[in-house]
């Protein structure tokens, strides 16, 4: 096909389409909800951390000086549990029973764990000394009131939500995830689980796309799958539009035959559709519908990954704070021959020696292959035939 454009090329050009959902709005979502999400703004804690002033071992509340010649024995005046409120106060020379997390009555300054004590009837023996603020934790040591518990930019894990769950707080402010709508087109379509009459193939696409989205930190907010009518991916694109989508990503219906769908529908609106130089995921599409970029990507499910993963996971990934796609530098198991002129990205996987094996043919419909596998091996475009061993760049999936 005449005027096969570069693949850095149209990437960069989809990159430019995606520039616009880079500047995103925040929302509030509960702690629940937040994992893997990006805070907007500093997260200031409204309490301190400890909140108050509490024992850090199950044993007994002392002042210091008191057994500062241990072995010493203490009268035990009373107990404090955790949940205690708030304990009176340790008269000098007596000692208190208290739990790890109690408060730590006033005037008591170290803990003797309980370890370090022999039972002595009514009294406790102490066995050694201890110095002011031993096993004390005081309250605002770990943070004060109103200092920040989470940075702006952060990404959301477990441990930032212990954070702000301690500090009592039960919603975060996030950046908005982007909106992405997943639309399968092809007559030949049905659900998975759906059976089989001549002709027909379960819609892969769909959720392996839907999935790949996810994978990226952006959110799913309208699947459809339509047959090669026109009309019926004009009105996918309406519902995916009510449904807030930012982008929308179609598969299948952008090459050369008789009912190519996504070909139809955006070349009237000013689209683009025609060929990148690679191997496989050769015809793409791009396009706007009501002020959504339209990424369309071809049928077959090795194509529709690839292209997902190669012009738009990218950017989704940048915008969610995550980072690249992991890519190495592997020598290759076996010799391959490649097209010239195109960029191939054939299926692999690292042997037990270390060295990269191709997986299955260079055929874009096996998917069978491609879930056998677990990076892409990508030969330039001037590079017809690697040896053994030649090293090769690979982009792990
Ligand atoms: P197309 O790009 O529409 O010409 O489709 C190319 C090939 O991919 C055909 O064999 C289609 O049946 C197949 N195909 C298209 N869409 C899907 C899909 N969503 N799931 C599985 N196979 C598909
Ligand atoms: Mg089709």
Redesign the pocket.
């Known amino acids: 096909m005449a005027g096969r454009i570069p693949v850095d090329e149209h990437a960069a050009f989809v990159r430019s389409l995606l520039t616009g959902l880079g500047a995103r709005p925040t929302e509030r979502v509960a702690l629940a909800d937040a994992l893997g999400r990006i805070t907007a703004s500093p997260v200031e804690s409204p309490i301190a951390l400890p909140p108050f002033r509490n024992s850090q071992m199950d044993g007994f509340a002392v002042r210091a000086v008191d057994v500062t010649d241990a072995p010493v024995s203490l009268p035990i005046t009373g107990e404090v549990a955790a949940a205690a409120g708030s304990p009176g106060p340790l008269a000098p020379g007596t000692a208190v029973r208290i739990m790890t997390g109690a408060p730590v009555p006033e005037g008591a300054d170290a803990i003797v764990p309980v370890e370090d004590t022999e039972s002595d009837g009514a009294r406790i023996r102490i066995l050694r000394p201890r110095a002011a603020g031993e096993y004390v934790r005081e309250a605002g040591a770990d943070l004060a009131a109103g200092d920040d518990v989470l940075p702006p930019g952060l990404k959301l894990a477990s441990r930032h939500l212990a954070a702000a769950a301690a500090s009592g707080l039960t919603e975060l402010l996030v950046r908005e995830r982007v909106r992405v709508a997943v639309v ?3 007559s ?2 049905v659900p998975p689980g759906s059976a089989l009459q001549p002709g027909e ?1 379960p ?4 959720v392996a796309l839907a999935a790949a989205v996810r994978a990226v930190g952006a959110v799913v907010v309208h699947e459809g799958r339509v047959r090669d009518d026109v009309s019926r991916l004009r009105a996918e694109l309406d519902a995916a539009r009510d449904a807030g989508a930012e982008l929308v990503l179609t ?5 050369m ?1 008789a009912y190519e769908v996504v070909r139809e529908t955006l070349g009237p609106l000013g689209g683009w559709v025609g060929s990148v130089a690679m191997q496989p995921g050769g ?1 793409q599409a791009t396009g706007a519908y009501r002020g959504m970029p339209v990424i369309g990507f ?4 090795v194509s529709a990954q690839l292209s997902f993963e190669l012009f738009v996971a990218p950017t989704l990934r940048a915008i969610a704070g995550l980072p690249p796609a992991r890519t190495e530098r592997l020598p290759l198991a076996a010799p391959l021959t490649s097209v010239a002129g195109k960029r191939q990205f054939l299926r692999g996987r690292r042997a037990d020696d270390g060295r990269v094996e191709v997986v299955g043919g260079p055929g874009s ?1 096996l998917v069978a292959a491609l879930a056998a596998s677990e990076l892409l091996i990508v030969v330039p475009e001037d590079v017809t035939s690697l040896d053994a061993g030649a090293m090769v760049d690979t982009v792990f999936l």
Do not use: K
């Open positions: 399968s087109t092809g030949e379509l193939i819609d892969a696409n769909g598969s299948g219906g952008v090459s035959g015809p071809p049928g077959n499910p419909h």
